[in-house]
């Protein structure tokens, strides 16, 4: 019984998650509607803004579980250049030509990243200048593409602020939920965190941007769909990994810095080559992409063993 508490909890605590994420992303989306953002700036600002990765890494991380609290922001990297972008590719063709300089701030935000990790330890100074290096990497990515995507209207619902503040409120107990049905399952199944974070929590949590990929990509504006994973990406590998240590430095173990990193870092590498050579997504790039991440996640199981 005891063991189906604790996965009752983890699947409690990733359904929370997103659905206080939904919560919080609606009232953003009513609110910025109000200003009259443009497209681009709600998908890759306010889209890319995941409250959701974001509390499952410091719940995880202030539970003592830091390869899974790293694997959110990398795994959900990962999952989002590959998969994300392949099962969008493969659903609706994603052909759009990005300004080269979107795919280079796309393809060098992870770099600093990288680079303060070599130590294995984010520290909060790391974590302070990733931060700010995010402020730098997206304004580069919103100014190289501003003027490729024309406004769009966001829907106009009732008590913007409140379900803010409502999203939130759920966040933070979904946070906590997640964090301890996590350590209860690697406790009881000796699953390693690392591999947990990566794969499945990143693959969970971050299922729902499939559907933010494909829905525009289905009604003709395939940009608007790629800024969402592009956007993200760089609040991943930027914000939410300085936040996270910010909030408690984080130690990286052997196969996080061997494996997880240079597989988030290199999957951007890739998305960005494939958009500036093809011109977009096809279904066989698509395809490619899937099948590569099918081969991440088998290759983390085999090294997790």
Same mark, same amino acid.
Do not use: H
């Given at each position: 019984m005891s063991s189906v508490v604790?996965?009752?909890?983890?699947?409690?605590?990733?359904?929370?998650?997103v659905a206080g994420a939904e919560l919080f992303f609606e009232g953003v989306l009513s609110a910025a509607g109000r200003f009259g953002?443009?497209?681009?700036?709600?998908?890759?600002?306010?889209?890319?803004?995941? @409250?959701?990765?974001?509390? *499952?890494? $410091? +719940?995880?991380?202030?539970?003592? %579980?830091?390869? /899974? =609290?790293?694997?959110?922001?990398?795994?959900?990297?990962?999952?989002?250049?590959?998969? @994300?972008?392949?099962?969008? *590719?493969? $659903? +609706?063709?994603?052909?759009?030509? %990005?300004?080269? /300089? =979107?795919?280079?701030?796309?393809?060098?935000?992870?770099?600093?990243?990288?680079?303060?990790?070599?130590?294995?330890?984010?520290?909060r100074l790391d974590g302070g200048i990733l931060v700010s290096w995010f402020a730098v990497?997206?304004?580069?990515?919103?100014?190289?593409?501003?003027?490729?995507?024309?406004?769009?209207?966001?829907?106009?619902?009732?008590?913007?602020?409140?379900?803010?503040?409502?999203?939130?409120?759920?966040?933070?107990?979904?946070?906590?939920?997640?964090?301890?049905?996590?350590?209860?399952?690697?406790?009881?199944?000796?699953?390693?965190d690392s591999l947990l974070g990566n794969t499945a929590v990143a693959a969970s949590v971050e299922a729902e941007e499939v559907g933010r990929v494909a829905l525009p990509a289905r009604r003709g504006r395939p940009d608007v769909a790629l800024g969402n994973v592009l956007g993200t990406i760089v609040h991943f590998v930027c914000l939410n990994a300085g936040v996270i240590a910010l909030v408690r430095p984080l130690d990286l173990d052997g196969v996080t810095r061997a494996l997880h990193l240079p597989v988030a870092a290199g999957s951007s590498l890739v998305l960005a080559l494939l958009l500036g050579v093809r011109g977009g997504l096809g279904r066989v790039e698509g395809a490619f992409l899937v099948a590569a991440y099918c081969a991440y996640v088998a290759t983390a199981v085999v090294v997790s063993v």
């Open positions: 604790s996965l009752a909890m983890l699947v409690g605590g990733v359904v929370l998650v953002i443009s497209a681009f700036a709600l998908t890759v600002v306010v889209s890319g803004f995941e @409250v959701e990765n974001l509390a *499952a890494g $410091i +719940a995880t991380n202030l539970q003592g %579980l830091q390869g /899974a =609290a790293a694997g959110t922001f990398l795994g959900g990297t990962t999952f989002l250049a590959l998969a @994300v972008a392949g099962v969008g *590719a493969l $659903i +609706a063709p994603l052909q759009a030509r %990005l300004p080269r /300089a =979107a795919l280079f701030w796309t393809a060098a935000a992870p770099l600093p990243l990288s680079a303060l990790a070599v130590d294995g330890t984010l520290s990497a997206l304004f580069g990515l919103w100014r190289s593409g501003r003027a490729l995507v024309g406004s769009a209207q966001a829907p106009r619902k009732r008590f913007a602020i409140l379900r803010i503040l409502a999203g939130l409120a759920v966040l933070g107990v979904a946070g906590e939920l997640l964090g301890e049905g996590l350590r209860r399952v690697v406790g009881r199944f000796g699953i390693s």
